[in-house]
């Protein structure tokens, strides 16, 4: 099932990584999937487990309405991991998984 496939793949992305919406979809075998995706990780059951903080969008950028305390957690949750934020937005090129 789809859900499964994306909380399982937020497993994989190691410390100090994010991904994007797009990069999941493409996991799954369709870029265009990228919406659902989003949907699928704001629907998130275990914060803890499944690292949903870990995901943003092309772009780099946050969510603005990320569903475990907003924009502001996933910065601190994200910068816990040393991943530098500026302007609630990481740099791709220098912290997105391969």
């Known amino acids: 099932m789809l859900k499964e496939q994306v909380y399982n793949y937020l ?6 990584k994010v991904v994007t919406y797009k990069q999941i979809a493409e996991y799954l075998g369709n870029p265009k999937l990228s ?3 989003g ?5 998130n059951p275990n914060e803890n487990k499944y690292p949903c ?3 943003v969008n092309s772009k780099g950028c946050l969510s603005k309405k990320f569903a475990f305390g907003g924009i ?5 949750k994200l910068e816990k991991e040393d991943i530098q934020v500026i302007n ?3 740099d791709l090129k220098k912290y997105q998984q391969k």
């Open 11 to 16: 497993l994989t992305i190691k410390k100090g």
């Open 53 to 55: 903080y870990k995901v």
């Open 35 to 37: 919406r659902v995706v």
């Open 88 to 90: 609630y937005k990481v």
């Open 72 to 76: 502001e957690k996933q910065k601190e």
């Open 39 to 43: 949907n699928i990780i704001h629907k």
